[in-house]
Antibody, heavy 119, light 110 residues
Framework: EVMLVESGGGVIQPGGSLRLSCAAS????????MNWVRQAPGKGLEWVSN????????DYIDSVKGRFTISRDNDKNTLYLQMDSLRAEDTAVYYC????????????WGQGTLVTVSS | SYKLTQLPSVSVSPGQTVTITCSGD??????????VCWYQQKPGQSPVLVIY???RRPSGIPERFSGSNSGNTATLTISETQALDEADYYC?????????FGGGTKLTVL
């Protein structure tokens, strides 16, 4: 079955670190750019980061540059997001999403994992 | 960075047609020159792609959903709207290798 399953969310204090994982199945993971998108409680979708299929090219939203690191293990079909120096404003549901086609559409999304940054 | 603007909410009666618009940031180039996607998100669920590449429907998405993109405005049209179409709808463009999302429009089916 084609699916993405996120894990690793939880409650963390400001300044702490978390690593999110996204396990992919049912497609050739290494051939697709993958994205992380977050959604703060009651708010809209916000793109966070993406990584090319080989893992060489990465991009980040300005607010997480220097704090978050995206990576992937194509042998394990897994996408990661290492989140350091977490802030209250990073509190959100984090989704991983597969990007496809010339329109760079998000054709497959995981169920999301909740990250709560609070003291 | 490029910005997309959506009305916060729109309402429609069952069986009617509704349009949801997405306007681009003119300073960053015409939205019509970029590809636009639309996502539907129901409460507590993940987003679902309903339109990609301006006007194409993924398999499984009803023909009632259609899209267009011209000038500086992209439009999602839902015809014969049903109660199950009530959701948040987000437009998304791809610009400088990143995803840009609109703020979302809450569709209420009265």
């Amino acid at each position: 079955e084609v699916m993405l399953v996120e894990s690793g969310g939880g409650v963390i204090q400001p300044g702490g670190s978390l690593r999110l994982s996204c396990a992919a199945s049912g497609f050739i993971f290494s051939t697709y750019t993958m994205n992380w998108v977050r959604q703060a409680p009651g708010k809209g979708l916000e793109w966070v980061s993406n990584i090319g299929g080989s893992g060489v090219r990465t991009d980040y939203i300005d607010s997480v540059k220097g704090r978050f690191t995206i990576s992937r293990d194509n042998d394990k079909n897994t996408l990661y997001l290492q989140m350091d120096s977490l802030r209250a404003e990073d509190t959100a549901v984090y989704y991983c999403a597969k990007q496809e086609g010339i329109a760079a559409a998000g054709t497959l999304w995981g169920q999301g994992t909740l990250v709560t940054v609070s003291s | 960075s490029y910005k997309l603007t959506q009305l916060p909410s729109v309402s429609v009666s069952p069986g009617q047609t509704v349009t949801i618009t997405c306007s681009g940031d003119t300073a960053g180039g015409k939205l019509g020159d970029k590809f636009v996607c639309w996502y539907q998100q129901k409460p507590g669920q993940s987003p679902v792609l309903v339109i990609y590449q301006d006007n194409r429907r993924p398999s499984g998405i009803p023909e009632r959903f259609s899209g267009s993109n011209s000038g500086n405005t992209a439009t999602l049209t839902i015809s014969e709207t049903q109660a199950l179409d009530e959701a948040d709808y987000y437009c998304q463009a791809w610009d400088s290798n990143i995803w840009i999302f609109g703020g979302g429009t809450k569709l209420t089916v009265l």
